[in-house]
């Protein structure tokens, strides 16, 4: 990211050289025909003697002359509007997922109506996969469904519209508009790359560990993210020359949004305080297991594999996905002479400095004021349309902030009521009725457990919702297989993070970084996946070794 003049290739946005237009010249023959025919003194006097000849020489002439104009004036054949509707293929894929789960023979135990759910959801995330029309429209078919089908009512499908993580997200992107419209957003860019820019790495690590070090102190993930990180991160994409839509992406921001997401799942796992859903961990496991988890206790568990994943998880990145420009050795030489031509803060750019810190203040000391993460955002968005650093049409224009918050809201709601028909409560009682006959040792039987945990966030939509519906059951069936409860417990907490990384809605930092569009979602999905592997054996491998080194196996 950092890679402002990587290898004399990152221009930092200089415009390129306009071109003359050059106008075609009109055929030859379109010119003659504008010439008039020149009359003889003969054919003049020859019109007098014989004026039938003359008609009948002059109605000969005038059809030649229409033939030959309406030969060249006869248009081209137009092409045909390209389709503008939903992709075909992509769509009967979805169509079909839905309908051969929803005439499927329900399973004893499940209710008609989650059953029904369930197609309708996996159907959408097939549609959302393969995308035949945009996530928004994909997003409001799959509601559609389910009220059509009488499957959900109205008031239900559309009820997370009123949840209020996607309006924290949707937010996100207005504050990212008014950083990088005011000229801040190149600024700090411009700063950090002007400290750590020798290097698309060395940036890139300088942002993962700014993340972690206010994690913390910020109790929101979409808020970290969506607040602070992507407007930094999307201005130095465009410092760099890597936008959107342009086939720039790779220079740099494809590796930088993706690495950012991953890292912040991680960072939220480190501390009891840096994801709003793990003090309902913490809740769950004291009421299961009479135990509590402290602050120090989880930040003293989690702090070697946190710091182990942080380490490898940009490097990996690096060498399976890497930006096209690595190396900049001129671009701290280059961002100082932006800075200097930028000259002092003006008006508007103090104005977004001031409202930001007004808002990262709410959501760091929020709490102790009763003010959530996204009423803190609404009142500095506020700000900024009051004092006119950022207008209302600016806010509408942004159409991926709008996309994000329905695609969103549509599966928080289809999720959120899977659970309240008991089919996840079916799914973990039956999972842990089958872990448990298999008669192994608690460490594998804790394995296939942690593993089914991890991977059922396919079907969640938010950390939270995952946490409340399955944490309780999978931690009784572990320590009822002997696995120590303490452990067992702290391990389930910090997977209920990383899990978020599967997938581009699975945790509030997710949709914020996608929305971006650096990333593909085939390479999201399959990279999250790879990632997840990678953080699950660190977690596992040198977390147990920590953990039984600090005495808690």
Known sequence: MASLALSGSCSLAFPLKSRPLLLPRPPSSSLNLLKKPLRSTESRFSSVISPLTNR???????????????AAASPAPV?????QGA???PLLASIATGVIIWFLPTP???????WQLLAIFLATIVGIITQPLPLGAVALLGLGASVLTKTLTFAAAFSAFGDPIPWLIALAFFFARGF???????????????????SSLGLGYSLVFSEALLAPAIPSVSARAGGIFLPLVKSLCVACGSNVGDGTEHRLGSWLMLT????SVISSSMFLTAMA????????AFNTIKQTIGWTDWAKAAIVPGVVSLIVVPFLLYLIYPPTVKSSPDAPKLAQEKLDKMGPMSKNELIMAATLFLTVGLWIFGAKLSVDAVTAAILGLSVLLVTGVVTWKECLAESVAWDTLTWFAALIAMAGYLNKYGLIEWFSQTVVKFVGGLGLSWQLSFGILVLLYFYTHYFFASGAAHIGAMFTAFLSVSTALGTPPYFAALVLAFLSNLMGGLTHYGIG???IFYGANYVPLAKWWGYGFLISIVNILIWLGVGGAWWKFIGLW
């Open 509 to 511: 930092s997710a949709p």
């Open 56 to 70: 009948s020489a002059l109605a000969k002439r005038s059809t030649i002359v229409k033939a030959s104009s309406s």
């Open 108 to 114: 004893e135990g499940v209710t008609r109506s989650a």
């Open 180 to 198: 990088i419209k005011t000229g801040l957003g190149n600024r700090v860019a411009y700063q950090f790359v002007r400290l750590f820019g020798s």
């Open 260 to 263: 950012c997401f991953q890292t």
């Open 87 to 89: 992709a075909i293929k």
């Open 277 to 284: 859903a793990n003090p309902l961990s913490a809740n769950l």
């Open 79 to 83: 092409a045909p509007a390209p389709w």
